[in-house]
């Protein structure tokens, strides 16, 4: 018995020991700075590019095409980790050292990661004076919050689209006009919401409009009391849903089995399940959410030419149309129109490309919150990590 | 056979210098077992422990919110934010630990009779086909057994339309803390059911025909002799069940509700923001909670039975 004593103990002096060793390694390990200037042209591509995006963002086997055009054109053979989530898609960007970990050369991220990105240093400032297409861009999406800070751009826009209420023809009567649904009993127990963060601005949205004595002004920059007001909202709409959603092809099938007959969504979804026949319509409420993607240029890419390259050729119209078609989203070059209608007719109303101005300034685009208020001009909204907080306690 | 006297003495070098080797060895046996075991202690020491270790020391970091860099200062920040009763995560972790529970008993309670059967029952063709049977769902992913699950348990699912074939109303099971214990128990189920049948299987004849001779009838049989002796593999059994349950994230992503979080879901959402001195902080826990339950399983005598 003692000696069994005395050969734990030794087991513990040997764990010790590794622990201190870790904890000395890891504690002299220091992030190292990117700094870099802005290229003033493209040069020779480097023949690969490795990019994190959407499933299938770069179409590698999509009826468009458009990315075995690029390759055979610049000779840049394309390399895709795809995320599932935003946070998946930051995650991987953030790790091994971060800035891509000298791996990654682009991420198609959404406008909910986007300024994460940028203040973590994963991605650096481009010359979007070569990017040509940028100049014909919707206002809007040519220096957008998400991606732009103090004027220096730090990706070039992609495509947008709003965020739906997405509903079961023969389940919801009448059909609905706004979100008020999604938080009113009726339909208790047949709801789903996706699980994710930024989901929190669209109650506040909701709020924005029910009880302007919170004062909300921007749903992504909120006050700790406007916070806390949000998730007493989304903890009371709780128990109306079936689920949160995580991945898309998770709505699609609690849609298709039933479950769930109204939900917040994407086109993506509604496109997905129209074509497998399901009784399933769309509407985009207004004021509404929204996303809005950037191909952002990763701090160590090894690839940097072949980037710029394929930044170049996505904005193009022809591409921007391609790309639209196919993912049931919209295009941040107007130019794309009328190659959207050639693919589709009618396709460019319909995803609202040709809407006026004030269309887009009812759509609250995703960005990440910040502790400084656009509004406020003060340093005391919540930032992401609180808003993380409170999103799993609205989940707990 | 190739060794012979002759052989010996006129052997080449490359021979001799094995010959000398393995003498050295035989006289040596400190060096035989240092040899076999260097590469696999290092390892496990490396690996294993290497990176138990640097999960609980990164548990005492802290994350700078913004630039989501790590702040290498010994905090107990991480683990006051999960036992604070303000927060979710002691709920998240009670709901784990109680699915876990609630899995372990089911399965202990479905694979007692089935592997008695097994062991002492079915004729030596049965059993083989019945092995067959319990081991066959393991052969497919994991993942397709958990989405049939959800297609099975879905509104429109298999169940429902049973239910409504008989004339019963419908039963909401998709995406509650039901449909995670029905799934769980599930594909878990052979990972208890093996231990038990071992245990089962090495008691001897004699002494049920011993308890028989003394007097105790079938009932008495079973509390007395036979559930104490195969009390070890239901604990051996456990483990298993248990500790996949704890660890599991999938499952509660797929086929639980809106409330249905385990401590792994907490653990890969913080991954993603980038926070993981605060995923390996709530990772530590089930990491604790199993080390309590190997202890007591060992004092159950769930390592001899396996």
Request: aromatic share 12%; hydrophobic share 45%; net charge positive.
């Amino acid at each position: 018995m003692r000696r069994i004593r005395k050969r734990q103990a030794l087991a513990v002096v040997a764990l010790a020991a590794v622990v201190g060793a870790f904890a000395v390694t890891a504690a002299t390990v220091q992030a190292g700075g990117v700094g870099s200037a802005l290229p003033s042209k493209i040069g020779k591509g480097e023949g690969r590019l490795n990019v994190i995006e959407w499933p299938y963002y770069t179409d590698d086997k999509g009826p468009g095409q458009f990315a075995r055009k690029f390759e055979t054109q610049t000779g840049c053979k394309i390399h895709r980790q795809d995320a599932g989530t935003s946070a998946d898609m930051f995650a991987l960007m953030h790790a091994n050292g971060g800035g891509g970990g000298g791996q990654y050369d682009l991420v198609s991220a959404s406008g909910d990661a986007s300024l994460r990105l940028i203040y973590a240093h994963d991605v650096k400032p481009i010359n979007i004076k070569l990017i040509p297409s940028w100049k014909q861009f919707l206002k809007v999406f040519k220096s957008p919050a998400h991606n732009t800070v103090n004027g220096v751009h730090y990706g070039v826009s992609v495509q947008w689209g709003p965020n739906t209420l997405i509903y079961n023809t023969k389940k919801v009567k009448p059909p609905p006009k706004n979100w008020n649904p999604i938080y009113s009993k009726k339909y208790a127990g047949h709801i789903t919401i996706p699980n994710n963060t930024i989901q929190i601005a669209d109650a506040a949205l909701y709020l924005m409009k029910k009880k302007p004595g919170l004062g909300i002004k921007d749903p992504y920059e909120l006050t700790k009391a406007q916070l806390t007001a949000t998730v007493k909202l989304l903890k009371r709409q709780k128990p109306l849903l079936k689920r949160f959603w995580n991945y898309a092809t998770d709505e699609i099938t609690s849609f298709k089995n039933g479950d769930v007959w109204l939900g917040a969504g994407w086109p993506y979804q509604t496109l997905q399940l129209q074509a497998a026949k399901a009784h399933v319509k769309e509407i985009v409420p207004v004021p509404t959410t929204g996303w809005a993607d950037t191909w952002m240029l990763a701090a160590k890419a090894p690839h940097p030419n072949c980037a710029y390259m394929w930044m170049r050729y996505v904005t193009t119209p022809k591409v921007e149309a391609k790309q639209a078609i196919v993912f049931g989203e919209t295009p941040v070059n107007p130019l794309a129109c009328k190659y959207m209608n050639r693919i589709s007719k009618g396709s460019c109303n319909a995803y609202h490309l040709n809407e006026p101005a004030s269309y887009f300034r009812k759509i609250k685009f995703w960005k990440t919150p910040i502790p400084q208020c656009g509004w406020k001009k003060s340093n005391s909204c919540m930032d992401y990590n609180a808003w993380e907080q409170a999103w799993t306690q609205v989940k707990g | 056979m190739a060794v012979d006297a002759g052989a010996f003495e006129a052997g080449s070098p490359g021979r001799r210098a094995r010959l000398r080797l393995s003498g050295l060895l035989w006289r040596r046996p400190w060096l035989k077992a240092l040899s076999l075991l260097t590469l696999p202690v290092a390892a496990f020491l490396l690996v294993y422990i290497g990176a138990l270790a640097a999960l609980f020391v990164s548990s005492f970091w802290t994350v700078n919110s913004f630039t989501a860099t790590i702040q290498h200062t010994w905090s107990l920040a991480n683990y006051r934010l999960i036992f604070s009763s303000a927060q979710p995560y002691l709920h998240i972790a009670a709901l784990t630990l109680e699915i876990a529970a609630a899995v372990t008993v089911t399965d202990a309670v479905l694979a007692f009779p089935l592997a008695y059967f097994m062991a002492r029952i079915a004729s030596r063709r049965t059993r083989a086909i019945v092995f067959v049977m319990v081991l066959l769902p393991l052969w497919s992913s994991y993942l397709v057994r958990i989405y049939a699950w959800q297609t099975i348990l879905a509104h429109d699912g298999a169940i429902n339309w049973g239910l409504r074939g008989l004339g019963l109303p419908d039963q909401n099971l998709a995406y509650t803390n039901w449909a995670m214990w029905i799934v769980f128990s599930y594909v878990w189920l052979p990972f208890m059911v093996l231990p038990v049948y071992a245990a089962l299987d090495r008691i001897p004849d004699s002494y049920l025909e011993a308890s028989a001779d003394l007097g105790a009838r079938g009932i008495k049989t079973l509390r007395s002799v036979i559930l104490p002796l195969a009390l070890p593999g239901l604990v051996a059994g456990s483990i298993f069940t248990f500790s996949l349950t704890l660890g599991d994230y999938i499952t509660p992503l797929l086929v639980g509700g809106p409330s249905s979080q385990f401590i792994g879901n907490v653990v890969y959402s913080f991954i993603g923001e980038a926070n993981i001195p605060f995923a390996a902080a709530f990772a530590s826990i089930p990491l604790l909670i199993m080390g309590v339950y190997l202890v007591i399983a060992r004092r159950l005598g769930a390592f001899e039975a396996v």
